[in-house]
């Protein structure tokens, strides 16, 4: 059986691009994009933030659903939500699709 996932809409795809548009949270996604579970403690390494400031980060990520966590004895392991980078993906297609088609009536009519 075939799941197609839900149509991504400015509206829902507004807290992701939020979400994304910060250099520090673009490292954090980074680093869990290999798709391996990661502590707060392995995020912070090497980044020069405060647990307390990678947490922020992630929580941002996470309300986007870019990100969700899992409690594994006292911490938190965070991994990436590949459904929503899928949906965003999506929804930039359509957007340079419609671009495309935008471009391509343009070159038309100038060409008439």
């Known amino acids: 059986m075939s799941h197609s996932l839900p149509v991504m809409t ?3 795809a507004a807290p992701v691009f939020a979400a994304l548009g910060d250099a520090t949270r673009l490292s954090l996604l980074s680093q869990l994009c290999d798709g391996q579970t990661r502590s707060i403690s392995q995020l912070t390494h090497g980044t020069g933030l405060s647990r ?3 947490r922020k980060h992630l929580t ?3 309300h986007a659903r870019v990100v969700k966590s899992e409690r594994v004895g006292r911490e938190s392991q965070f991994t990436v939500r590949p459904d929503t980078l899928t949906e ?3 929804y930039l297609d359509r957007a340079s699709q419609q671009w495309d088609d935008a471009i391509e009536r343009l070159r038309l009519m100038v060409e008439k």
């Open 52 to 54: 307390q400031g990678v």
């Open 10 to 12: 400015a509206e829902t």
């Open 60 to 62: 941002v990520l996470e």
């Open 88 to 90: 965003v993906r999506q």
